[in-house]
């Protein structure tokens, strides 16, 4: 069984007396360790996936099970728990809490749980380890440098041991060596065995993962293996430890 399945998926605004189909009939499978890029130009629909793939948003019509459950079924109160539980989201922008250091910033998943205050301190450091950070525990975000910033909220989003990543266009808001090197981060991450999904509008960056989904005007137009695309990219990671970047 998949993590992810959807199944005939659609999304329809109404703006003005006109209909918008932001999503038309989309079937998605997202496998256990998957790690797939989502591209598609502005306004094509690849965001409104992400966030009904991420529970954000409920579809006009159509079904979703995460891992086993149907979602298109939950109460508002079982999303949150879900998001809480299964998810973890990483965006364009950090999203770090100025007056608080970067540990507290990791820990905030947590304490909307209830986790107790030494567990919580624990997992935090656990996940800042994950993205090579630790040594920056006590900083606040204004000490950082914008790659360094991501990396936390990459932490943040691995605190809870998530079934599912998700990043919307991580590297759009950092220089393109800082870009690199979060992606480096995220391709350990799968080589750890997590489930990840990229929304990005490059194709550089898409030929990057094992698996490449391209929607256009609400429906996917394409859905393949990267690696046997032929595709080259400009990346060639090396893996070690990341920089300060």
């Known amino acids: 069984m998949a993590l992810v399945e959807l199944r005939n998926i659609r999304k329809t605004y109404h703006l003005g007396g006109e209909v918008i189909h932001a999503l038309d009939g989309v079937n998605l499978d997202v496998d ?16 409104t996936l992400m966030h009904i793939l991420g529970c954000l948003d409920t579809p006009s019509s159509g079904s979703m099970k995460l891992d086993g459950m149907d979602i298109h079924t939950a109460s508002t109160r079982q999303l949150a728990k879900i998001r809480g539980e299964k998810i973890g989201f990483v965006f364009q922008f950090f999203n770090l809490l100025p007056k608080l250091n970067v540990a507290q910033n990791v820990e905030l998943p947590l304490i909307y749980q209830g986790t107790p205050g030494r567990e919580r301190s624990k997992r935090a450091m656990l996940a800042l380890d994950m993205v ?6 006590k900083h606040r975000p204004s000490q950082l440098s914008g790659g360094q910033q991501q990396r ?6 691995l605190v809870n041991d998530p079934r599912i990543l998700f990043a919307d266009e991580p590297t759009g808001n950092l220089d393109s060596h800082t870009g690199e090197l979060i992606l480096e981060t995220f391709c350990k991450l799968h080589e750890e065995g997590r489930t990840i999904m990229l929304v990005t509008h490059d194709p550089e960056i898409a030929a990057l993962t094992p698996k490449k989904i391209e929607i256009r005007d609400g429906k996917i137009a394409q859905d393949v293996d990267a690696k046997l695309s032929g595709k080259q990219t400009r990346f060639q990671f090396k893996r070690t430890t990341p920089s300060s970047s």
């Open 132 to 137: 090579g950070l630790q040594d920056r525990a």
């Open 152 to 157: 936390v909220a990459i932490a943040r989003a």
């Open 32 to 47: 256990q360790g998957d790690f797939t890029s989502i591209i598609g130009p502005s306004g094509s629909g690849k965001s």
